[in-house]
């Protein structure tokens, strides 16, 4: 299928919403109506009578300014006459879809230049016939000859790109996503990092680009049939790719995903309306229960299904070879040193790396794996891990090992503090695979120093991600994140209920011979749950003495089915004593005893028991503290 609005240019380089003026030739109300995003085949004819007047100017002066990109231009224009020298090609701006106010911005100054421009002598446009294949030439031309190489068809000309007015479907949006310097993460000295931001697509990832094309393919392959189902294990992406193009195109989509995933990926695979699957996580990939076997049962079930398979699917490196490779190139000049990006299925690196090095062949190319997937844990030291999307338990057939050069391990720590860096030093929200990325990319950057360029992926947005290792309490529970202030301790816990509570003692007992229903009297007085045992009731000089507990909930239970248990001894209705903890411990120690079954602890000074800590007293003091 053609997609809406495509032209491939003869370096396969796509024009979509490209358009060439003149400016020189475009008049204010044109240069207005560009700005407003008028049709192409009005600026196409704009372009064809700039080409037809150009042919009247004659060909020998080789003087000639070539179009610089914009920025370049305003910003390091020579003083007037200026239109001798090398010149450096016209490249596209860096986003593929100015939008107007930058054509706003950019216009008076590109006026000026041509007010200085107008003695420039300029040559003549061979060999184009309809206006639109016009405009494919003038964009190849000048990316792919130099002056000194097209002698005479040299021309003034500049790019602008400008919002198209219509895109057929969402579709024509995916891909052609920016690079972005990193400013402040990367330290001084290090190489320049860009970070190709897939967020922007309009399903949030990496994955629209082989959504797509992974469609495509089946129906032109006749394995998928109108009105069929698309079957997929995936980690949440390649699902939305997939349920974008489905939606579109009218098929059914069921998605089996491993049950680590995030809740918000769930649901916004059913806002699409796809089925989803949820299988254990923790289990073999051969297993009959694993995500992958789920998804090969259910493919085989159902009538007219079909299981794109992104893990086998050579579409997948595919349309990264088409797409993310090439973009990479253009938007870098070829100025790329090293690509730094996680690998899951393997297909980004693979299709990416593959185009680059075919260009490039010393470029390197550089794997970002989670510590404990198998590309750099092998078989044998698998293990867990938390990041979502990167790493695998298996070879997929998608990568090819061969394209990569390196491998960095990161830890699930490191990525996740890295992406937490990314939204707070460089306003991108990024998600926990674009971490792995841009820890390794720093790395990178680190070895190969100043001068040099590292270009890493992000594959999707942090926002599926808000409620894992963006939120201070997951990453505190991990470990992965230091309270910004030091832990109290037990003691200091115990002091803030004294003066609180003047009135209480400091440590409430009874003894093992005294009666069940004085203990009730003593938690009623006092107003607390759960009392220390002692052996006599006299000297309390040790934990030795504490011998068992009595526990409000407890006692309810015997003296609701039983009156008379009011008259037995304590030591007939005592439980084991209570967990002891040292008032010179770190609040930390209490928290877990408190966060599970047991809800209080005996406080002991050099072993000798001073109080009681609730988890009430607990709640409280946190509560107060903020
Ligand atoms: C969030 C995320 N990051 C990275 C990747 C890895 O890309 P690839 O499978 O092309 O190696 C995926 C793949 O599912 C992903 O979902």
Known sequence: MQRGGDRSG????????????????????????????????????????????????????????????????????????????????????AADRADERLLHRVLPEVAAVRDRARDAQVGRVSGAVHPLDLLEHLVSFETSHTPEDHGEESFVYYALE?????????????????????????????????AKLEYISPGGSVKD????????????????????????????????????????????????????????????????????????????????????????????????????????????????????????????????????????????????GRYLKEQKPELIVVGADPEGSIYTAGEQHMHPYLVEGVGEDFYPETFDKDIVDQ??????????????????????????????????????AKQLGEGKLVVTLIPDSGRPYLSKFYDDNYMLELGFLERDEPSPSVAEVLNAKKSEEPDIPDLITISSHQKVGDAIDLMQRYSISQLPVVRDGEGLDSLADVIGSLQDRDLLDRVFKNPDALHENVAAAMQPPLAAIDADEKLDEVFSTLSGRQNAVVVAEGGKPIGVLTRTDLLEYLAHRR
């Open 10 to 93: 003869p370096n396969g380089k796509c024009l979509r919403d490209r358009r060439l003026v003149e400016i020189g030739e475009v008049a204010k109300e044109d240069r207005e109506a560009l700005a407003l995003g008028q049709t192409c085949d009005r600026l196409a004819k704009d372009a064809a009578a700039l080409v037809a007047g150009l042919g009247g100017h004659g060909p020998s002066d080789r003087r000639h300014r070539r179009g610089a990109s914009i920025s370049s231009r305003v910003d390091h224009d020579p003083p007037d006459p200026p239109f001798e020298g090398p010149a450096r090609p016209v490249r596209p701006a």
């Open 162 to 194: 400008t919002m198209a007015r219509e895109y057929q479907t969402v579709l024509d949006l995916v891909g052609h996503t920016p690079l972005a310097r990193l400013q402040r993460i990367v330290p001084a000295g290090a190489a320049t990092v860009l």
């Open 209 to 352: 680009r082989i959504g797509i094309k992974l469609i495509e393919q089946a129906e032109r392959e006749g394995k998928l049939k109108p009105g069929g189902t698309i079957v997929e294990p995936t980690s949440g992406n390649t699902g939305v790719g997939l349920a974008i193009a489905a939606a579109i195109k009218g098929y059914h989509c069921i998605f089996v995903m491993p049950d680590k995933m995030s809740q918000e990926k769930i649901s916004l695979l059913r806002a699409y309306g796809a089925e989803v699957v949820i299988c254990p996580y923790a289990v073999a990939a051969e297993s009959p229960e694993s995500y992958y076997s789920v998804s090969d049962r259910l493919a085989e079930e159902i009538p007219g299904a079909y299981k794109p398979d992104q893990y086998t699917n050579q579409g997948n490196p595919d349309a990264h070879y088409e797409t993310t490779g090439p973009e990479i190139w253009e938007q870098t000049n070829g100025e790329i040193d090293a690509l730094v990006i996680a690998v899951g299925t393997g297909g980004t690196i693979t299709g990416t």
């Open 407 to 444: 491998w960095v391990t990161v830890t699930d720590k490191d990525s996740f503090l890295t992406a937490r860096r990314m939204a707070r030093e460089e306003g991108l929200l990024i998600g926990g695979s674009g971490g792995t990325a841009v820890h390794a990319a720093i790395e990178v």
